[in-house]
């Protein structure tokens, strides 16, 4: 069977079946384009063994190191809206894995970037509930993930 799969997730979508890997998802999208903490330790596994590599935290491990992550991401003056889009989505079990692209806005005062990051996640299913459990995202382009640092610091 064939899931048609909408061209971009940024957490406005709605009628998604919970139990569904792009409910996840889409559950993700909406607490980061929010700056909702407590939706996305919800989206986590409150686990040791998650992780998460992206351009400002190095590598996190552990929900209380990525949460401070965001932590720090939503408290600063720089506003990031992105939307997942060019993805796949691949289910094993109780794991599934989606790989694209984020696409996307940082404006901090003057500054406005256009954001393109390539993403992965996978997720767990852990209680019934489709839960975080590692995120990869990094820059094609160097002086963007500079300018970008620099906009979120």
Do not use: K
Not at 19 to 33: G, H, K, V
Not at 135 to 140: I, K, V
Request: glycine share 8%; aromatic share 10%.
């Amino acid at each position: 069977m064939s899931l048609l799969l909408p061209s971009a997730i940024d957490g406005h979508e709605t009628n998604l079946d919970p139990a569904q890997p792009l409910a996840a998802l889409s559950a993700f999208y909406r607490a980061f384009n929010q700056r909702d903490l407590d939706a996305m330790a919800r989206n986590w596994a409150n686990d040791a063994a998650a992780s998460m590599s992206n351009p400002l935290g190095g590598i996190a491990r552990g929900w209380p190191a990525i949460r401070t992550v965001y932590e720090r991401i939503f408290a600063g003056h720089a506003r990031v809206q992105v939307a997942f889009h060019d993805f796949t989505l691949h289910e094993a079990g109780d794991f599934f894995h989606a790989v694209g692209r984020e696409r996307g806005t940082l404006v901090n005062g003057d500054t406005r970037l256009e954001l393109a990051i390539r993403t992965s996640r996978l997720y767990r299913s852990i209680d019934g509930a489709w839960r975080q459990v590692h995120h990869h995202g990094s820059f094609d382009e160097p002086d963007l993930l500079a300018a970008y640092r620099e906009a979120v610091q």
